[in-house]
T-cell receptor, first 115, second 117 residues
């Protein structure tokens, strides 16, 4: 069974701090790893990673994938209160039926950024 | 960008009744739609994968007779929770899959919060 484990489960920081969120996985037929931000509603897409060692950046957020060690990190620098959310890691892999790719989500990291 | 809508956004129903949730891709065609359920402080759990014009593929432990999925067109999939019970109260989220070269990208709907009293 595919497994995605995120750590820490929750984190409280002050504005301006830098945070690193972790995601490790065990899946067969890996295709990609995705990061999402979830506030009150459905997740919003942040990054898709398919290749090892290539950092993806978007503003203060960046992420990298290590396919040998089977993990990814999401970094947020100079955190702001608006970064407070649950950050979800998901791995896309071929489903058991063999015809569809599906996402397996981790439990998420609840990030709270205090002013 | 790709937009997915869900209706209703919130529904309260009585035990024993059925509830239908719609998921629409507004500006693109989705051959595959996914239905997830999320309990409070838990992650998204995939319930089923729905391909247009064919039967849905349910994940282990999800009752297909209780959670009826219909994907009649490339822009609409519906999830019907039949004979709902309080334990079915949850946040239901759909996503629509779009091929983008090497992979699917999944675009999520805003979710439907179901409360069964």
């Amino acid at each position: 069974e595919d497994k995605v484990v995120q750590s820490p489960l929750s984190l409280v920081v002050h504005e301006g701090d830098t945070v690193t969120l972790n995601c490790s996985y065990e899946v067969t037929n890996f295709r990609s790893l995705l990061w999402y931000k979830q506030e009150k509603k459905a997740p919003t897409f942040l990054f898709m990673l398919t290749s090892s060692g290539i950092e993806k950046k978007s503003g203060r957020l960046s992420s990298i994938l290590d396919k040998k060690e089977l993990f990814s990190i999401l970094n947020i620098t100079a955190t702001q209160t608006g970064d407070s959310a649950v950050y979800l890691c998901a791995v896309e892999a071929l489903g058991s039926g063999g015809s569809n790719y599906k996402l397996t989500f981790g439990k998420g990291t609840l990030l709270t950024v205090n002013p | 960008g790709a937009v997915v809508s869900q209706h209703p956004s919130r529904v309260i129903c009585k035990s024993g009744t059925s509830v239908k949730i719609e998921c629409r891709s507004l500006d693109f065609q989705a051959t595959t739609m996914f239905w997830y359920r999320q309990f409070p402080k838990q992650s998204l759990m995939l319930m089923a994968t729905s391909n247009e014009g064919s039967k849905a593929t349910y994940e282990q432990g999800v009752e297909k007779d209780k959670f009826l999925i219909n994907h009649a067109s490339l822009t609409l999939s519906t999830l019907t929770v039949t004979s709902a019970h309080p334990e079915d109260s949850s946040f239901y989220i759909c996503s629509a899959g779009v091929h983008s070269g090497i992979s699917y990208e999944q675009y999520f709907g805003p979710g439907t919060r179901l409360t069964v009293t």
